[in-house]
Structure formats: structure tokens, C-alpha cells
């Protein structure tokens, strides 16, 4: 099979932040790599905007260093790298002062695709959007790109998206998420509304429930007192998980266009029923040497959550009585990203009880080693009667696409092309970032107004005991986290 590298048209991409983590690890790697792959084209112009005072070679070396660090050594060719560093401009600028508009303006070219990548505070959004039309640098048809988090509530949300709008329309902005960039995540879309196998069965009345986990190893570490304002609820719920919920239970849109597609997200978020306390779990780790989140987050009186487990129900016709379970958390067993969808057993089995029966359970896999994996039963191999076993029809795309199987985009790399075609399927509308907040909030003020501790639950483990009984009083259990 062979991938088909479609370019886009020559643009001028200025990324606010430009010295960043996120930019020296992310995205200019990743424009790195969509330029040895042929997507952008040399007459593009790449702007690096930041407080710091460079040239353009100490820039340009800055990139250099990120590449050595984060691009494969096999992609690393010189000739290619000294092309696309021919791209590379730099601006030092105040965001919200007056000093380097003037250059940056001069750089900014008028007849090409504009793109504006804000990564930075969220607090200076608006002094960018603002300073962008003072010095009539964006156009009308220009993109502004801005990262997570998009508010801290319903409140701080409607406030960030009517600084943008003073400013931008909606059409012109784009709210990233990079869980939606994943392949895998395409291709949920691909495979339930491209094959008549799936789509008949996607409902309650076949599917008994739905897992969405998202397993992280690692703790807070640096960012312990940023991580102790937000917790796992507002920075992964609210935005990643609520997303994968979106896909997995939107109605077919009439087109895959992008305000249809985020038509039936929408439907999703305002269908979930409000949470009790017997819906939710929250935990923070503990290490075997007694080192917990609270002495990560410098925080020792922290009421705030490293784990969340949420019981919810969408209700509407195709969901009503199932439900669809979340988890996610730090320094848990294994890092690992999926969606399992757990079909419902047969009405009636003409095999015997002891036949080793189990559920038909389709497994998407974000990370790692992104694929899809259909647990089906057969009869187990050899004599001696009829014996069920649960096999796997398993697919990665390393496997299944060979060498560009392997070799797939970033999720941040496509996504900015998406941004440069003016593709706004995969990023979020304001409206959806309103309504994930409208539900999210009485949530988090029911368990601040009890000032309830988190349960503490071992690193390593799989979470706190009590996620175990959220299940096991459901008569089902949490599939194991493992890579």
C-alpha cells in the first residue's frame, strides 16, 4: 500500500512561543518531517516569535538541536535539513507590548495561506489576537491555532472564546487536541461508517459497555504545581476522554464535513446524564518508598486527583442503559491508550455452560502500537468436543502497512497541515468546549464542596481499589492495563 503525500499550498506560519518545550519537541520537529515528506513546499516561510532576543542562525541552531533530540536519526539528511532551515525566520516580540510587530508584519506575507500558532499561556491569547489586527498583520482568511487547557471552567472558557471572537471568526480558529490527530482515532470514523459490519451493531441493544482508558506511567514530576489547579478531571477528562466518548457514541453525520461531524459531538456531550458520587473515583499515588502526589505537588493538604474513574451514561436512543466507563491516571502499570467496545452475549448458546464462552470485544489502540485488535471466539484446535477459545483478528498498522505503516505522521504534525488546508474537522468548535465545561463543573464542585481526600492507590498498580468496585457492582470488570 502506498501513501499518497497530497502538499499544500505555499503559507506562512508564525508559532508564538517558538523556544518553548512544545515547539522544540513537537511541532517544529514535525514540520521538519512533513517537509522531508514532500508536504511543504520551499516556498514556505516558517516564523519563529518569542521574548528572547535571536537571529535567525540562533534560531535556526536552536532548531537543530531539537531535531538532533526528537527527529529520527535515519530522517536526520543535512542537505534536507539546511533546505527547510532556509524557511526558518525569528522575531523576538512582546506579547503585550509594541516591540517587533513592525518585523513581524514585514515577514507575514499578505497573498499566502497565514497561520498563527499561539504556544503560550493562554492568558496572552488575547493580546496576540488583539496586536495580530492592530497591526493588520492576519488577514481574513487567517488561522489562529490554540492548545489546551481552554479555560479552567464554563466561565473561564466563555471568556477565552469572546476574546478570540472579538477578534476571529470561528471558522478561523482552531482548538487543538492531539488525541484527535491520531491515526487510530481516524480511523474509529473509517471503521464505523465505511463498513456496514460494525454500524447495525453499534448500539445498546448489542453493545453491553465501554471502556476508555488512558494510563500514563509517569507522575506529575515538574509540572506537580501546575497539575495541582487542574488534576486528571480538567486535564484529561474535560478535553481527551470526552472527545474518544464523542466518537465513539456520535450519531453518522450527514457528511464527513467538519461542522457535521462536530454537529453529532455536540449531541454526545449536552446527552450525558449528570454524575452522583457513586459514579466517580478519584485517587492519588503513593510509591513504595512513601513518596506521593501530595510531595510531587508540594502540596501537602491537596484534595486534588492523579486518578479519576467515571461511570456515564448517554442518554439518548441508541445509548440508554449502557454505560461507558473512563479511567485515567498517573504512575499507573503501564502506559497505554484504548477504547474497548464490549459487545453483549449471544440470546441464546447452543453450546454447553462450560465451553469457555467470552464476550466479542472490538479493542481500539491509541498508543502503543496503535491498531485495532476483534476478539472473536472459534472452536479451540483438536479432538475431544466442541471447546470455545477467545482468539484475536489483530491489526497494527506497523504490521498490517508495512514500512509507512510504521512510519505514520505525528499527531501534531497532521494536524497542522489540517490547519494550513483550513480543515477544521479534527479540532474543536467553541460551542462543544462550552458544553464539556457545562457538564464537568457540577462535578468538580460536588466533590470540592465535601472537601473529600482522594483515595491513595499503589504506583504500579492499576488504580484504587474502589475503580475496581465501580465495575465489579456492574458485574464487569476494568480490562488489565498493559502495553
Known amino acids: 500500500m502506498v501513501s499518497r503525500v497530497i502538499p499544500v499550498d505555499p503559507f506562512d506560519l508564525v508559532i508564538f512561543g517558538a523556544t518553548g518545550d512544545l515547539a522544540r519537541r513537537k511541532i517544529l520537529p514535525g514540520l521538519y518531517r512533513r517537509f522531508l515528506g514532500g508536504q511543504i513546499p520551499d516556498e514556505a516561510c516558517l516564523i519563529g516569535a518569542a521574548r528572547a532576543s535571536l537571529s535567525d542562525d540562533q534560531f535556526r541552531a536552536q532548531i537543530e538541536a531539537a531535531m538532533a533530540e526528537f527527529v529520527d536519526p535515519a530522517k536526520r539528511d543535512p542537505a534536507q535539513i ?90 478561523q480558529i482552531y482548538r487543538i487536541d492531539h488525541y484527535l490527530g491520531k491515526e487510530t482515532v481516524q480511523n474509529l470514523m473509517a471503521v464505523r461508517f465505511a463498513n456496514i459490519l460494525f454500524e447495525p451493531l453499534w448500539n445498546a441493544q448489542f453493545v453491553d459497555h465501554v471502556q476508555i482508558t488512558v494510563a500514563e506511567t509517569v507522575g506529575v514530576g515538574g509540572r506537580g504545581a501546575y497539575y495541582d489547579k487542574s488534576g486528571a478531571m480538567r486535564d484529561m477528562v474535560q478535553n481527551h476522554l470526552m472527545q474518544l466518548l464523542c466518537l465513539i457514541a456520535m450519531e453518522p453525520p450527514y457528511h464527513f464535513d467538519p461542522d457535521a461531524v462536530r454537529d453529532e459531538k455536540l449531541k454526545v456531550i449536552r446527552a450525558l446524564d449528570p454524575l452522583t458520587s457513586e459514579d466517580i473515583v478519584r485517587g492519588q499515588y503513593v510509591d513504595a518508598r512513601g513518596k506521593s502526589y501530595v ?114 505522521p505525528d499527531a501534531y504534525e497532521r494536524l497542522i497541515m489540517d490547519v494550513i488546508r483550513g480543515n477544521q474537522t479534527l479540532f474543536m468548535r467553541g460551542d462543544e468546549v462550552e458544553a464539556a465545561w457545562a457538564w464537568t463543573d457540577p462535578i468538580i464542585a460536588g466533590w470540592e464542596a465535601t472537601k473529600a481526600r482522594p483515595q491513595r492507590y499503589d504506583a504500579g498498580s492499576s488504580g484504587p481499589e474502589d475503580a475496581l468496585m465501580l465495575m465489579h457492582r456492574d458485574a464487569r470488570r476494568w480490562r488489565e492495563i498493559r502495553e
Open 82 to 171: 539546511a533546505r527547510f532551515l532556509r524557511c526558518v525566520r525569528y522575531v523576538a516580540i512582546d506579547a503585550t507590548g509594541e516591540e517587533g510587530w513592525a518585523q513581524l508584519k514585514a515577514l507575514v506575507r499578505p497573498d499566502r495561506v497565514q497561520a498563527f500558532y499561539f504556544s503560550v499561556a493562554p492568558t496572552l491569547f488575547g493580546a496576540l489576537a488583539e496586536r495580530l489586527h492592530k497591526h493588520e498583520i492576519a488577514n481574513s482568511e487567517a488561522r489562529i491555532v490554540v492548545e489546551k487547557p481552554f479555560g479552567r471552567d464554563l466561565a473561564s472558557a466563555r471568556a477565552l472564546n469572546g476574546t478570540l471572537a472579538a477578534h476571529f471568526d470561528e471558522r
Open 295 to 408: 510531595d510531587d505537588a508540594e502540596n501537602p493538604a491537596s484534595r486534588t486527583e492523579s486518578y479519576i474513574a467515571l461511570r456515564c451514561h448517554v442518554a439518548n436512543w441508541r445509548w440508554k442503559g449502557t454505560p461507558f466507563y473512563l479511567r485515567t491516571g498517573k504512575k499507573l502499570r503501564a502506559r497505554t491508550s484504548e477504547i474497548a467496545v464490549v459487545f453483549k452475549e449471544p440470546p441464546h448458546s447452543i453450546f454447553d455452560d462450560d465451553t469457555g464462552w467470552r464476550e466479542n470485544m472490538l479493542v481500539i489502540r491509541l498508543q502503543p502500537n496503535e491498531g485495532m485488535n476483534l476478539k472473536m471466539m472459534i472452536k479451540e484446535p483438536g479432538p475431544g468436543g466442541m471447546r470455545l477459545v477467545q482468539v484475536p483478528l489483530d491489526m497494527s498498522f506497523a504490521d498490517a502497512l508495512g514500512e509507512e505503516g510504521a512510519d505514520m
